[in-house]
């Protein structure tokens, strides 16, 4: 099977290293990758939102499937580019139609399809820039601390959460009045804060039969302790320790099968991921938000711990088998730490040569996945804010980490940055 691959991160790395394994794959093609993809795939140099040339090179190179890795392409429509085609007959498509992708394309929308098919989340009101002054008059009148998000996609940085009054309605002036994430703050939603921990949950459906691949648990912010300003993830664990047996019930009860049958109901088809983050909130689950892909950093543990061939899964998805899957799990937890250019998430550097890469870890240890890398001259050098993803395995999430903090110290680059304390906080619940 000759597969295309689209994305350039971390999480791209994660699912080529794993279809690498597969007995189905013949040719595997990454657009436009990453030094990591470059080293066991072959990486094209495509822009992913060039819809006509990834159809030109899916028709030259005989593309039996498509896997849509981030989500700008998806909200713009590609699956629906090609399945609307009579151009590429039998190709496989990984990933929601754009119907299917405004689950994560715009927060209002989803917020409205959880009130609709009754699934758990905060309460939430939603404003545009034509009336900002009635966006600050709700935050008057609600109890800080205040959950303020930019209804488009943002990369990750489009969540600002404070407690000061002044400064949320400041948020409002800088998303809706100057712009501060284009077209993606033409409006935003404000929510009730939820107190409690984070979770995040992996479903792949078709829009009936579905599979839950382990949850994890991930870290936004910059710097220990969670402070600083959000990223796009410095790390993350799994299996998420508090994830017990009733928790977990709750959530395939109060939020997977409704959110697949609300799907349904709503004529919306989908086949692909859905990465839903969840609030533990005393032993009940609440939905922050839905992606509709695989996350990043999430993919760096989640994949090295699914036993059982991606590509596989894939297939069956693609030809409506999914529901005959035998998805296998591996006991053991995985952790990851992002290595991060200096100055991330603000300001930094790229081009700089990256070393250690040549003492990678043990297979059975750990996996370096490349995300914001590139190759020159032969060698492997910085290209973005997240650089590496130190992936560490153990028979518990102490074992990992420590596997994961002796990768992230053997690789080195200019004003390399990352957090101490990724699971330290799981890690003491469980304790």
């Known amino acids: ?222 710097g220990d302790g969670d402070t600083g300003p959000n990223t796009g993830g410095m790390g993350a664990v799994s299996p998420v320790p508090f994830v017990d047996a009733e928790f977990h019930t709750k959530t395939l009860n109060q939020i997977i099968i409704p959110t697949i049958k609300g799907l349904k109901e709503d004529e919306i088809p989908f086949n692909g991921f859905i990465f839903i983050g969840l609030m533990k909130v005393g032993s009940d689950p609440y939905v922050i938000e839905y992606n509709t892909r695989l996350g990043d950093p999430e993919t760096e543990v989640i994949l090295p711990r699914v036993k059982s061939d991606l590509l596989h899964m894939f297939d069956a998805l693609g030809s409506g088998m999914l529901s005959e899957y035998d998805l296998q799990i591996d006991e053991r937890a995985a952790t990851t730490v992002i290595l991060t250019s200096g100055g991330y998430p603000g300001a930094y550097d790229k081009g700089i040569t990256i070393t ?27 290209n973005g804010g997240r650089v590496i993803a130190c992936t560490g395995l153990g028979a518990n999430l102490e074992k990992a980490l420590e596997r994961s903090y002796k990768i992230a110290d053997s690789i080195d680059f200019g004003k390399k940055q990352y957090r101490k304390d990724i699971g330290q906080d799981v890690i003491a619940k469980e304790e």
């Open 1 to 222: 099977m000759n597969v295309l691959l689209l994305g350039s991160g971390g999480c791209e790395h994660a699912i080529a290293w794993k279809l690498t394994q597969s007995s189905l794959l013949s040719n595997l093609y990454v657009a436009p990758g990453n030094a990591g993809t470059d080293s066991i795939a072959t990486n094209v140099d495509i822009d992913i939102m060039d819809f006509p040339s990834i159809g030109r090179f899916v028709r030259k190179h005989d593309i039996n499937m498509l896997i849509v890795g981030p989500e700008a392409p998806l909200v713009e429509g590609i699956i629906d580019f090609f399945q609307d085609s009579d151009k590429f007959e039998g190709l496989v498509t990984i990933g929601p139609r754009k119907a299917g992708a405004m689950l994560e394309g715009s927060k209002d929308f989803a917020k409205a399809f959880m009130v609709r098919h009754d699934i758990p989340t905060a309460d939430y009101a939603t404003f545009t820039n034509n009336d900002i002054d009635a966006a600050k008059v709700f935050i008057d009148e609600i109890t800080p601390p205040y959950v303020i998000k930019a209804d488009g996609l943002a990369a990750g940085k489009g969540v600002i959460i404070t407690s000061d009054r002044a400064e949320a309605k400041a948020t409002l002036d800088d998303i809706l009045v100057g712009n501060q994430f284009g077209d993606a703050g033409s409006q935003v939603v404000i929510e009730q804060f939820m107190e409690g921990i984070e979770v995040s949950y992996f479903v792949v459906t078709d829009g009936d039969a579905y599979r839950i691949l382990p949850s994890a648990k991930d870290y936004k912010r910059a």
């Open 356 to 382: 250690g890469l040549d003492k990678t870890p043990d297979a059975k240890e750990g996996i370096v996945f490349h995300a914001g890398t590139k190759t020159s001259r032969g060698k492997v050098q910085t």
